[in-house]
Protein backbone atom coordinates (compact mmCIF):
# COMPACT_ATOMS: atom_id res chain seq x y z
CA UNK A 1 0.00 0.00 0.00
CA UNK A 2 1.04 3.41 -0.16
CA UNK A 3 1.77 5.83 2.61
CA UNK A 4 -1.04 8.60 1.67
CA UNK A 5 -3.76 5.59 2.37
CA UNK A 6 -2.42 4.98 6.12
CA UNK A 7 -4.36 7.36 8.80
CA UNK A 8 -2.34 10.06 10.00
CA UNK A 9 -2.96 8.67 13.40
CA UNK A 10 -1.87 5.17 12.72
CA UNK A 11 1.24 6.35 10.73
CA UNK A 12 1.81 8.75 13.81
CA UNK A 13 1.27 5.00 15.81
CA UNK A 14 3.23 2.78 13.92
CA UNK A 15 6.46 5.50 13.79
CA UNK A 16 6.07 5.74 17.30
CA UNK A 17 5.63 1.97 17.79
CA UNK A 18 7.52 -0.60 15.69
CA UNK A 19 8.38 1.52 12.94
CA UNK A 20 7.47 1.45 9.51
CA UNK A 21 8.91 0.07 6.32
CA UNK A 22 9.13 2.17 3.32
CA UNK A 23 10.62 1.61 -0.24
CA UNK A 24 13.07 4.10 -1.45
CA UNK A 25 14.31 3.67 -5.31
CA UNK A 26 16.11 0.20 -4.74
CA UNK A 27 16.29 0.83 -0.71
CA UNK A 28 14.07 -0.92 1.76
CA UNK A 29 14.05 0.69 5.39
CA UNK A 30 12.22 0.43 8.39
CA UNK A 31 12.20 3.89 10.30
CA UNK A 32 10.93 4.45 14.17
CA UNK A 33 10.52 7.73 15.54
CA UNK A 34 8.59 9.62 18.47
CA UNK A 35 9.14 12.91 16.71
CA UNK A 36 5.66 14.30 14.96
CA UNK A 37 7.67 16.11 12.93
CA UNK A 38 8.93 13.17 11.35
CA UNK A 39 5.35 11.73 11.09
CA UNK A 40 4.19 14.95 9.57
CA UNK A 41 7.22 15.26 6.97
CA UNK A 42 6.51 11.62 5.59
CA UNK A 43 3.00 12.59 5.75
CA UNK A 44 3.44 15.62 3.31
CA UNK A 45 6.52 14.48 1.43
CA UNK A 46 6.32 10.38 0.81
CA UNK A 47 2.91 9.88 0.43
CA UNK A 48 3.65 7.86 -3.42
CA UNK A 49 5.89 5.81 -1.46
CA UNK A 50 4.94 2.07 -0.78
CA UNK A 51 4.61 0.98 2.77
CA UNK A 52 4.49 -2.68 4.32
CA UNK A 53 3.80 -4.04 7.67
CA UNK A 54 7.39 -4.20 9.61
CA UNK A 55 6.96 -7.64 10.87
CA UNK A 56 6.47 -9.15 7.38
CA UNK A 57 9.18 -6.96 5.31
CA UNK A 58 13.24 -7.22 4.77
CA UNK A 59 14.75 -3.74 5.47
CA UNK A 60 18.36 -2.44 4.29
CA UNK A 61 18.78 -0.05 6.78
CA UNK A 62 17.16 0.39 10.30
CA UNK A 63 16.78 3.52 11.32
CA UNK A 64 15.49 5.99 13.87
CA UNK A 65 15.22 9.69 14.86
CA UNK A 66 14.41 9.95 18.71
CA UNK A 67 15.03 12.42 20.95
CA UNK A 68 18.41 12.01 22.44
CA UNK A 69 19.07 10.12 25.63
CA UNK A 70 20.87 13.34 27.49
CA UNK A 71 19.90 15.85 29.80
CA UNK A 72 20.00 18.58 27.20
CA UNK A 73 16.56 17.46 25.69
CA UNK A 74 14.92 19.06 29.41
CA UNK A 75 16.64 21.98 28.39
CA UNK A 76 16.38 22.36 24.62
CA UNK A 77 13.80 19.39 22.47
CA UNK A 78 16.64 17.70 20.31
CA UNK A 79 16.48 15.21 17.67
CA UNK A 80 19.20 12.23 17.17
CA UNK A 81 19.56 10.22 13.83
CA UNK A 82 20.33 6.58 14.75
CA UNK A 83 21.43 4.03 12.06
CA UNK A 84 21.84 0.31 13.33
CA UNK A 85 22.73 1.96 16.75
CA UNK A 86 24.96 3.87 15.51
CA UNK A 87 24.63 7.70 15.87
CA UNK A 88 26.70 9.45 12.65
CA UNK A 89 25.53 12.66 13.79
CA UNK A 90 25.62 15.45 16.34
CA UNK A 91 21.67 15.86 18.11
CA UNK A 92 19.84 18.62 16.30
CA UNK A 93 16.82 20.70 17.34
CA UNK A 94 14.01 19.00 17.09
CA UNK A 95 12.17 20.90 14.49
CA UNK A 96 15.14 19.94 12.28
CA UNK A 97 13.97 16.11 13.12
CA UNK A 98 12.83 15.61 9.13
CA UNK A 99 15.61 17.41 7.36
CA UNK A 100 17.34 14.93 9.78
CA UNK A 101 15.73 12.08 8.54
CA UNK A 102 16.55 13.50 5.06
CA UNK A 103 20.44 13.66 5.96
CA UNK A 104 20.56 10.55 7.52
CA UNK A 105 19.11 8.61 4.91
CA UNK A 106 21.91 9.93 2.19
CA UNK A 107 23.86 9.07 4.76
CA UNK A 108 22.98 5.39 4.56
CA UNK A 109 23.23 5.24 1.07
CA UNK A 110 26.30 6.58 0.39
CA UNK A 111 28.41 4.79 3.37
CA UNK A 112 26.54 1.70 2.58
CA UNK A 113 25.32 0.71 -1.13
CA UNK A 114 28.63 0.02 -2.75
CA UNK A 115 27.06 -1.81 -5.29
CA UNK A 116 26.66 1.06 -6.72
CA UNK A 117 28.96 4.27 -7.79
CA UNK A 118 27.79 7.33 -6.16
CA UNK A 119 27.98 10.31 -7.00
CA UNK A 120 27.04 13.47 -5.15
CA UNK A 121 25.16 15.05 -8.29
CA UNK A 122 21.55 15.47 -8.95
CA UNK A 123 19.87 13.30 -12.29
CA UNK A 124 17.12 13.88 -14.29
CA UNK A 125 15.94 12.40 -17.09
CA UNK A 126 14.14 12.80 -20.77
CA UNK A 127 13.50 9.98 -23.46
CA UNK A 128 15.23 7.54 -21.42
CA UNK A 129 18.21 10.08 -21.27
CA UNK A 130 19.71 11.27 -17.95
CA UNK A 131 21.44 14.50 -17.37
CA UNK A 132 24.07 14.01 -14.18
CA UNK A 133 23.95 17.46 -12.64
CA UNK A 134 27.13 17.81 -10.36
CA UNK A 135 28.05 21.19 -8.62
CA UNK A 136 29.30 22.61 -5.29
CA UNK A 137 26.82 24.04 -2.99
CA UNK A 138 25.50 27.21 -3.78
CA UNK A 139 25.64 26.45 -7.93
CA UNK A 140 21.68 26.33 -8.24
CA UNK A 141 21.87 22.21 -8.61
CA UNK A 142 18.21 22.01 -6.30
CA UNK A 143 16.71 24.78 -8.06
CA UNK A 144 17.64 23.74 -11.40
CA UNK A 145 16.70 20.15 -10.86
CA UNK A 146 13.31 21.17 -8.92
CA UNK A 147 12.33 23.39 -12.38
CA UNK A 148 13.57 20.75 -14.87
CA UNK A 149 11.40 18.05 -12.83
CA UNK A 150 8.51 20.13 -12.61
CA UNK A 151 8.22 21.10 -16.77
CA UNK A 152 8.28 17.28 -17.63
CA UNK A 153 11.74 15.71 -16.68
CA UNK A 154 11.85 12.78 -14.39
CA UNK A 155 13.24 13.17 -10.97
CA UNK A 156 16.34 10.36 -10.62
CA UNK A 157 17.58 12.06 -7.55
CA UNK A 158 18.36 15.22 -6.04
CA UNK A 159 21.97 14.23 -4.14
CA UNK A 160 22.97 10.96 -4.91
CA UNK A 161 23.27 9.85 -8.54
CA UNK A 162 23.59 5.65 -8.21
CA UNK A 163 25.18 4.09 -10.83
CA UNK A 164 24.79 0.29 -11.06
CA UNK A 165 28.15 -0.87 -11.14
CA UNK A 166 26.83 -4.04 -13.35
CA UNK A 167 25.05 -2.57 -16.19
CA UNK A 168 26.38 1.32 -16.09
CA UNK A 169 22.92 2.73 -15.97
CA UNK A 170 21.47 4.96 -13.47
CA UNK A 171 19.28 3.66 -10.13
CA UNK A 172 16.70 6.09 -9.25
CA UNK A 173 16.29 7.38 -6.11
CA UNK A 174 13.36 9.68 -6.22
CA UNK A 175 12.91 11.51 -2.74
CA UNK A 176 12.17 15.08 -1.81
CA UNK A 177 14.09 17.77 -3.12
CA UNK A 178 15.67 19.77 -0.71
CA UNK A 179 15.43 23.87 -1.20
CA UNK A 180 17.65 26.42 0.40
CA UNK A 181 17.24 29.94 1.06
CA UNK A 182 16.10 32.15 -1.95
CA UNK A 183 15.71 28.88 -3.95
CA UNK A 184 12.34 28.23 -1.90
CA UNK A 185 10.67 31.19 -3.09
CA UNK A 186 12.06 30.88 -6.85
CA UNK A 187 10.14 27.32 -7.04
CA UNK A 188 7.03 28.75 -5.49
CA UNK A 189 7.06 31.54 -7.99
CA UNK A 190 7.99 29.21 -10.77
CA UNK A 191 4.87 26.77 -10.00
CA UNK A 192 2.85 27.80 -7.23
CA UNK A 193 0.86 24.51 -6.95
CA UNK A 194 4.00 22.61 -5.64
CA UNK A 195 3.76 21.41 -2.68
CA UNK A 196 6.94 22.35 -0.49
CA UNK A 197 6.75 21.84 3.25
CA UNK A 198 7.54 23.86 6.18
CA UNK A 199 10.32 25.49 6.38
CA UNK A 200 13.38 24.43 8.74
CA UNK A 201 14.93 27.64 9.78
CA UNK A 202 18.71 27.85 11.15
CA UNK A 203 20.00 24.60 9.82
CA UNK A 204 23.48 24.16 9.14
CA UNK A 205 22.11 25.36 5.51
CA UNK A 206 19.93 28.34 6.48
CA UNK A 207 16.43 27.85 5.79
CA UNK A 208 15.61 24.58 4.48
CA UNK A 209 12.48 23.43 2.61
CA UNK A 210 11.39 20.35 0.92
CA UNK A 211 9.37 19.50 -2.36
CA UNK A 212 7.15 16.78 -2.78
CA UNK A 213 8.55 14.59 -5.66
CA UNK A 214 6.54 14.25 -8.54
CA UNK A 215 4.11 11.23 -7.95
CA UNK A 216 5.25 9.88 -12.31
CA UNK A 217 9.20 9.92 -10.76
CA UNK A 218 7.71 8.18 -7.38
CA UNK A 219 5.70 5.25 -9.89
CA UNK A 220 8.60 4.85 -11.75
CA UNK A 221 11.11 4.59 -9.71
CA UNK A 222 12.54 1.17 -10.54
CA UNK A 223 13.02 1.99 -14.24
CA UNK A 224 17.11 3.02 -15.14
CA UNK A 225 18.69 5.23 -17.22
CA UNK A 226 21.09 5.65 -19.75
CA UNK A 227 23.62 8.41 -18.81
CA UNK A 228 23.43 11.09 -22.00
CA UNK A 229 24.96 13.93 -20.26
CA UNK A 230 27.10 15.28 -17.49
CA UNK A 231 26.09 19.36 -17.18
CA UNK A 232 27.58 21.51 -14.71
CA UNK A 233 25.17 24.67 -13.60
CA UNK A 234 25.84 28.10 -12.33
CA UNK A 235 23.23 30.63 -12.07
CA UNK A 236 24.23 34.03 -11.98
CA UNK A 237 21.79 36.52 -11.88
CA UNK A 238 20.96 38.11 -14.96
CA UNK A 239 22.95 36.08 -17.72
CA UNK A 240 21.56 34.33 -20.53
CA UNK A 241 21.58 30.14 -20.89
CA UNK A 242 24.91 29.45 -21.75
CA UNK A 243 25.88 25.51 -22.72
CA UNK A 244 29.66 25.09 -23.15
CA UNK A 245 31.01 21.81 -24.05
CA UNK A 246 34.12 21.06 -21.27
CA UNK A 247 36.46 18.23 -21.31
CA UNK A 248 35.66 14.62 -20.83
CA UNK A 249 39.03 13.74 -18.85
CA UNK A 250 38.20 17.25 -16.21
CA UNK A 251 34.37 15.77 -15.79
CA UNK A 252 35.83 12.57 -15.02
CA UNK A 253 38.22 13.55 -12.43
CA UNK A 254 35.57 16.00 -10.80
CA UNK A 255 33.19 13.42 -10.69
CA UNK A 256 35.46 10.59 -9.02
CA UNK A 257 36.57 13.26 -6.29
CA UNK A 258 33.07 14.09 -5.86
CA UNK A 259 31.92 10.37 -5.30
CA UNK A 260 31.39 8.94 -2.19
CA UNK A 261 32.75 5.35 -2.75
CA UNK A 262 35.25 5.67 -5.62
CA UNK A 263 38.26 4.97 -3.74
CA UNK A 264 36.18 2.22 -2.00
CA UNK A 265 35.94 0.73 -5.56
CA UNK A 266 39.06 0.64 -7.14
CA UNK A 267 39.29 -0.36 -10.65
CA UNK A 268 35.70 -0.71 -11.06
CA UNK A 269 35.08 2.68 -9.67
CA UNK A 270 37.21 3.42 -12.62
CA UNK A 271 35.83 1.45 -15.38
CA UNK A 272 31.98 2.18 -14.89
CA UNK A 273 32.72 5.99 -14.41
CA UNK A 274 35.64 6.17 -17.61
CA UNK A 275 31.87 4.24 -19.47
CA UNK A 276 29.75 7.20 -18.17
CA UNK A 277 31.69 9.60 -19.54
CA UNK A 278 31.99 7.75 -22.69
CA UNK A 279 28.71 7.74 -23.33
CA UNK A 280 27.81 11.01 -21.57
CA UNK A 281 28.03 14.62 -23.77
CA UNK A 282 29.58 17.28 -21.23
CA UNK A 283 29.12 20.68 -20.37
CA UNK A 284 29.11 23.54 -18.51
CA UNK A 285 25.77 25.24 -18.08
CA UNK A 286 26.02 28.90 -16.60
CA UNK A 287 21.87 30.14 -16.53
CA UNK A 288 19.97 33.08 -14.54
CA UNK A 289 16.35 32.38 -16.25
CA UNK A 290 14.80 29.10 -14.60
CA UNK A 291 12.40 28.97 -17.76
CA UNK A 292 15.38 29.64 -19.98
CA UNK A 293 17.50 26.77 -18.31
CA UNK A 294 14.46 24.06 -18.77
CA UNK A 295 14.35 25.44 -22.91
CA UNK A 296 17.91 24.59 -23.02
CA UNK A 297 17.69 21.17 -21.11
CA UNK A 298 14.61 20.82 -23.82
CA UNK A 299 16.49 21.27 -26.56
CA UNK A 300 19.55 19.15 -25.56
CA UNK A 301 17.09 16.71 -24.88
CA UNK A 302 15.66 16.76 -28.39
CA UNK A 303 18.53 16.89 -30.21
CA UNK A 304 19.51 13.47 -28.78
CA UNK A 305 16.23 12.29 -29.64
CA UNK A 306 16.29 12.99 -33.53
CA UNK B 1 66.82 5.98 -18.84
CA UNK B 2 62.99 5.96 -18.21
CA UNK B 3 60.56 3.97 -18.82
CA UNK B 4 56.41 3.87 -18.24
CA UNK B 5 55.66 1.20 -15.22
CA UNK B 6 54.00 -1.95 -15.91
CA UNK B 7 53.92 -2.51 -11.86
CA UNK B 8 51.40 -2.57 -10.34
CA UNK B 9 48.93 -2.18 -13.60
CA UNK B 10 47.40 1.11 -14.55
CA UNK B 11 44.29 1.36 -16.06
CA UNK B 12 44.42 4.76 -18.76
CA UNK B 13 41.23 5.73 -20.52
CA UNK B 14 42.17 8.96 -22.84
CA UNK B 15 39.38 11.36 -24.51
CA UNK B 16 41.15 12.84 -27.72
CA UNK B 17 44.75 14.53 -26.37
CA UNK B 18 43.54 13.99 -22.38
CA UNK B 19 43.70 11.12 -20.46
CA UNK B 20 43.19 9.89 -16.99
CA UNK B 21 44.94 7.24 -15.50
CA UNK B 22 44.13 4.69 -12.24
CA UNK B 23 47.11 3.40 -10.42
CA UNK B 24 46.31 0.28 -8.58
CA UNK B 25 49.11 0.16 -6.14
CA UNK B 26 48.41 3.61 -4.59
CA UNK B 27 44.46 3.67 -5.58
CA UNK B 28 44.97 7.19 -6.98
CA UNK B 29 43.58 8.38 -9.98
CA UNK B 30 45.60 11.34 -11.94
CA UNK B 31 44.73 13.51 -14.64
CA UNK B 32 47.04 13.92 -17.55
CA UNK B 33 46.54 17.26 -19.42
CA UNK B 34 47.54 17.17 -23.49
CA UNK B 35 51.31 17.64 -23.17
CA UNK B 36 51.67 15.21 -20.03
CA UNK B 37 49.64 12.19 -22.13
CA UNK B 38 51.81 12.71 -25.26
CA UNK B 39 54.86 12.27 -22.79
CA UNK B 40 53.66 9.48 -21.19
CA UNK B 41 52.96 7.52 -24.20
CA UNK B 42 56.42 8.54 -26.28
CA UNK B 43 58.05 6.95 -22.73
CA UNK B 44 55.44 3.39 -23.28
CA UNK B 45 56.51 3.51 -26.74
CA UNK B 46 60.01 3.67 -26.55
CA UNK B 47 61.01 2.65 -23.03
CA UNK B 48 65.10 3.23 -22.04
CA UNK B 49 64.77 6.68 -23.67
CA UNK B 50 67.01 9.62 -21.98
CA UNK B 51 65.31 12.43 -21.49
CA UNK B 52 67.28 13.91 -24.19
CA UNK B 53 65.45 11.86 -26.68
CA UNK B 54 61.98 11.80 -25.32
CA UNK B 55 62.44 15.29 -25.84
CA UNK B 56 62.75 15.55 -29.46
CA UNK B 57 60.44 12.60 -29.78
CA UNK B 58 58.17 14.27 -28.31
CA UNK B 59 59.07 17.63 -30.34
CA UNK B 60 58.53 15.30 -33.83
CA UNK B 61 55.03 14.18 -31.80
CA UNK B 62 53.54 16.94 -31.34
CA UNK B 63 54.74 18.96 -34.70
CA UNK B 64 56.66 21.25 -32.79
CA UNK B 65 60.63 22.78 -32.20
CA UNK B 66 62.75 20.60 -30.62
CA UNK B 67 64.08 23.75 -28.07
CA UNK B 68 65.66 24.08 -24.43
CA UNK B 69 62.16 25.02 -23.38
CA UNK B 70 60.68 22.06 -24.48
CA UNK B 71 63.43 20.05 -22.72
CA UNK B 72 62.80 22.01 -19.63
CA UNK B 73 58.95 20.77 -19.85
CA UNK B 74 59.92 17.28 -20.80
CA UNK B 75 62.23 16.98 -17.43
CA UNK B 76 59.56 18.74 -15.42
CA UNK B 77 56.70 16.58 -16.51
CA UNK B 78 59.39 13.11 -16.13
CA UNK B 79 59.36 14.45 -12.64
CA UNK B 80 55.99 14.70 -12.26
CA UNK B 81 55.18 11.46 -13.75
CA UNK B 82 57.72 9.15 -11.56
CA UNK B 83 55.95 11.11 -8.28
CA UNK B 84 53.13 9.68 -9.53
CA UNK B 85 55.07 6.42 -9.89
CA UNK B 86 53.57 6.38 -13.74
CA UNK B 87 57.49 6.22 -14.88
CA UNK B 88 60.20 4.54 -13.74
CA UNK B 89 64.32 5.41 -13.99
CA UNK B 90 65.66 2.28 -15.25
Same mark, same amino acid.
Given at each position: MKLLQLPRAELRRQLAGAGVWLRTGPFSLK??? %?IPFVAEGLAQLYGQFEVRNVHEAFADFQ??? #??? =?? *???????? =? $? &????????FEPLPRDQAFPMLERGLNWCVSTQAHQYLIIHAAAVEKNGL $??????PPGSGKSTLTAGLVLSGWRLLSD??? *??? +???? +???? *???????? #???IDVIRLFSPDTYINRPSHDTIKGTVAHM????????RQHETARPGWVVFPKWEAGIPATLTPRSKAQTF? &???? #? =?? #?? %???? $??? &?????????? $? =?? &?DFHYGALDEAVATFDRLAERRKS | MTHASSHPPRLLKNWGDEAVVY @????? @??????????ALYQTCRDHPGYTAHEIAAALATRLGVQNVPHLHELTEETLASLRRFGLLESA
Open positions: LQS %RVSV #NPP =AS *LRRWVRPQ =A $A &FSFDGMQP $AAILPAELT *LID +LRTG +LIQP *LPRPIRLK #NQSRPPRESVLM &FLAQ #N =AF #NY %RHLG $ADG &FRIGTTLIDQ $A =AC &F | @DAASG @DTHYLKPLTL
